[in-house]
């Protein structure tokens, strides 16, 4: 039974879809829909890949999913459910990471087009490499809430998925969070860190004691503060001692960690009096007398939903920190826990922290299932939308089957629709940026650093993987002796991990050949030396020098205007002013996973905030607000 | 009856809080509460109605009427993914029943054998939403006139090919909406420090939401389907370029399901397109609107129930269905749009 039709699509688009060779990454809330679409239109082959496994607050959306699969391959489970709906589709099923150097070009090579229904930056710049090192076009999509687009991406056509800067991820400076919280994401932010400086990774960018640092200091008044509080708190054994030594000592005794971060952490800052001048100070607390009340109409039954007084996060505190201390001593001597926002006991950890120290400030107290939020930086997802931006996904891979490539757009839903009526918003793509550094034909890119403090390992983990997306650099520099700097192979070049770049010679103006040999892709840095960077930034990554300069030109973009039949300004705000500007979008488990991800790794991920992102043109095109981990694909 | 008194009083369970939780975050326990105490009639199960059962299903309404007469055919088999290949012959909503139950356990799924058109007043009346999929405008308008007597949402929709429509009729519709305005933003802290710049620039506080009630009228259908233009006037000539062309699609293709029962289908392909053309011109004579609105190769691409366009209308419909039913967000007024072939998706008020 032929599932295409007779009438229904062109005859020859109707054999395309026949013979074409499908690569759907990811089997998640767009995934399942795209494969339902698929083996109903007539599609004969596809290979599905998504490295997650099916959770509960999957099946919302995720149809192919039912309770019973909770556990399983989220591809191997959609794969067995599609073909109910048409048991004549030969479907391959890969539970596994589409960074896994078996899927190679060669792997890429074998297919018609590949889509992209992914929901973390990473994964998608790595398909993207692939697919313009297969010169394979490549269907992308995200989805956020009632939002949603999709797009193509053709090697020296469109494009590609890094041709413009993703809108940056937002990051709180790191004397808001220790010293002068004043929103409620602070706060979890800081709890998040705590648990991180108690039971997992120690970072020194997780600080959670008071910053002495702060610029809103002036040097001498930090200075006092110093000295005022080593008299003061020598009793609450405040002294710059690791405060994870510290709580391991007092057997996390909650009483004593308490009155040493909400108290005398507390007293402290209050001694940094600049600080107050024109804040609210904060509160230290006493355990004596932690309010009981709550001031809240709404107390729903759930404990979600409810809020909590000081006195009950406090003794939420106090069992998490048992519970918590029990799962560290299990793990041995190096044991680390890791922050998971499904874990319950440490999302009330989190949340108890949370609140006692937003009661400290005088910030409003949040219910835990409103932290889970933006600690897990959940994106909500629905199926409706994922349906849609799924249908739209086919109607773009039907132009490309047609051989219609110009007329592919990307478009975007929006929830209301524009002032011309339009609640699907087309928009005509873009040619490839002649400056990206990934599909230029020889790319190029900048990274400002100091070079007497940065170290190489450094370079390969956050600015070569995790900045530039890289998964194996190879790095040779540009001095006319090959010095390799950093190998791909194991075992070769570990022991630069430590040495600072200056050690090797690289100063302003070295230059780095970077190779990537599973996604094809080669790179030159150019290395311009600073001794201080903005706003505790360890690096920049500049598209080219001139990047550095003000900006002159913003009149690259008229196209997509056009396309929407709407004026084309002469200004680049008039067009922003359109309310066709595209809604950024992102899948609801990068934002989870960013969070988790944020805390464990040092890169500056910030969280994203989509409505701030369209203020940047309709340009930003997905926006990832979230870069999440290297290793996984999925997807909403 | 109205969902909001009854529901208040059961709260979400924890259960249901897990499985609902990606969409709670996005419309609020209120509007989950008041979906899952939502009893929905759809009509026609089909490859629309499919989307659209499966969407309303997994938010979790309190129940699903599936209501087909007619049996499945081999057409079903390239959108109607809740028919099991093994039941094409059976009757449609029957054959749907299983699949349809297994989207989500919670909702209470049931199916109607007999035609519409022999269905009472009282009976759909019962309900809060009907949803009608692949009917012709004499149903439509019957269905139409009894919501808007009982309070009924209603909606209509269907796909044919590569075009897609819905309608909705929520006759006088109250909802809240969330509005944001930022508070104050803190002040500019002026630290004493000279020379330091401070970077602690204004900074938003998280914005404030309130809630505020609205409300909205829709024009009936029947005022909707008599709505001539008036070209002469050249607001009548504006008015008629906001159309999108799929209304006039949509109007031929009524004319179609009218007069033959039927959609367009691809076993009689070419005596099907050759009536397809003559109403083409037909409809947009008595419109009053010339030839252009509808373009010529439309028979072309009318055929079928394509998936995908099921998928994007079916997602439109379904989340009007559960905006309507939740009162939270404003609703398209009264139509959206759908044509594959040129990317156009509209939102268009007609006949107010």
Redesign the interface.
Known sequence: MAAVLNGVLEQSLAENVKNSKLLVVGAGGIGCEVLKNLVLTGFKSIEVIDLDTIDVSNLNRQFLFRKEHVGKSKAQVAKESVLKFNPDVNITAYHDSIFNPEYDVNFFKKFTLVMNALDNKAARNHVNRMCLAADIPLVESGTAGYLGQVTVIKKGLTECYECQPKAPQKTFPGCTIRNTPSEPVHCVVWAKHLFNQLFGEEDPDQDVSPDTEDPELTAEAGQSALETAAKENEVGGIERKSTRVWAMETGYDPEKLFNKLFRDDIKYLLSMETLWKKRRPPEPLSIDSLPTDIDSSNQSAMRDQRLWSVKECFDIFGKCLEALKKELAAQGDSGMLVWDKDDTIAMDFVASVANIRAHIFGIPMKTRFDIKSMAGNIIPAIATTNAVIAGLLIMEAFKILSGRLSACKTVYLNRVPNDRHRLLIPCTLDPPNPKCYVCAPKPEVTVVLNTSRFKVGALQDKVLKSHLGMVAPDVEIDDGKGTILISSEEGETEENNDKLLSDFGIRNGTRLKCDDFLQVYSLIITIVQTEKLEEEKEFEVVGDLSELQPKEETQTNRSKDQANGSKAGPSHAAAQDEDDDLMVVEDEEAMEQQAAQEERSSRKRKASDDTGATTTSKRSKVTDSAAAECDVIEIS | MTADTKSKEE??T?DE???????I??WG?DAQRRLRAASVLLIGAR?LGA?VA??IV???IKSLTILDSTVAD??D???Q?LI??SELGKNRAEASMERTQ??N?MVQVTAETCSIDDKDDAFLASFDVICATGCGPTTLLRLDKVCRANGVKFYAGDVF?FYGYMFADLCTHEYAEDVTKPKAS??Q?????EG?????KA?M??PETTTVKKSMTFPSLETVLNTKFDTATSEGKKKLR?V?NTFFITKVMLKFLEKEKRSPA??K?DSDRRELNGLRHQVLHEMGVGDSKVPEEFS?FC??Q???????V???L??EI?KAVSQKD?P?NNF?F?N?TD??????SIGS
């Open positions: 709260n979400i924890e809080a897990a499985l609902y939780d990606r969409q975050r996005l326990l490859g989307e499966k969407n997994l938010a979790g081999e057409e088999t390239a959108s993914f099991p290949r297994l989207l356990p090919g803190e002040k802290v002026t630290d004493g420090g330091e710049p401070s970077p602690k900074k506080e998280e906001l999108p691809s076993v392909l072309q055929f079928g394509l998936s995908p366009v099921c998928a994007v079916g997602g439109i379904g989340q559960i404003a398209h959206f759908y594959g990317d156009g998706g509209f939102v268009t």
